[in-house]
């Protein structure tokens, strides 16, 4: 197999996200020490979020789900329930963090409601994200017939053409939140912190 099938395409996405998520990740931690962040960088991740992880890599999702329980895979109808009700948490929480990046913006205000709703964004895509690759995934990989993966190519690149380039988007995240210039420490982890 030379080209990317269905499931490829999905965990290939899961690696361009977490880059968007690692750079949040890393604007938290800092946000936490008490170093000045960006409330319109973290506005801009929370509409990433919905625009292309709700809207294009879950809508893609969704098609996979539905074609699992189409197919009546075992053990799916519990699982799928899991994930897709956690795709339906992760578009309220990137909502929260929308409108906890404006208030700071419109405010200039504390920053931790910011920091707090983007933190619960994170640690649930983690845990999703691990669910979806060790177990949703490999059941359908396993039990899919290659040419409905096939088939399901084509309705993710509808998805896709309607949203706009995932890798684009991510892209653009990262020049977005790149520092003017390198930063002159490594990354601190569990430093001394400001409060
Ligand atoms: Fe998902
Ligand atoms: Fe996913």
């Known amino acids: 197999m030379t080209a990317m099938d269905a499931l490829d395409v999905l965990t290939h996405e899961h690696r361009q996200i977490q880059h968007v998520l690692d750079l949040v990740a890393r604007a938290v931690e800092r946000g936490k020490q008490g170093e000045f962040v960006s409330a319109s960088l ?18 893609k999702e969704m098609v996979l789900f539905q074609t699992m329980l189409v197919h009546r895979l075992p053990l799916a109808t519990s699982l799928l ?7 339906g948490t992760g578009t309220e929480q990137a909502l929260a963090l929308r409108d906890a990046a404006e208030a700071a ?8 409601p ?22 949703v995934f490999p059941l359908a990989r ?3 017939p290659a040419n409905v993966l096939e088939r399901m190519r084509t309705r993710f690149a509808r998805i896709e053409a ?3 380039s995932l890798a684009e988007a991510v892209d653009a995240m990262e ?21």
């Not at 929370?46 to 809508?59: C, E």
């Not at 329930?81 to 795709?87: A, D, N, T, W, Y």
């Open 42 to 59: 973290f506005l801009r991740a929370a509409n990433f979020f919905l625009t292309y992880v709700d809207g294009s890599h879950h809508a």
């Open 142 to 144: 396993r039990l899919l």
């Open 114 to 135: 910011m920091l707090t709703a983007a933190e619960a964004y994170l640690r649930l895509q983690q845990g999703h994200t691990t669910a979806e690759e060790t177990q």
């Open 175 to 195: 020049r977005a939140f790149a520092p003017a210039r390198p930063p002159v420490r490594p990354l601190a982890v569990g430093g001394v912190r400001s409060f």
């Open 105 to 112: 913006l419109r405010e200039g205000a504390d920053p931790e």
């Open 162 to 164: 309607s949203h706009g």
């Open 81 to 87: 329930s899991q994930v897709s009700g956690e795709h």
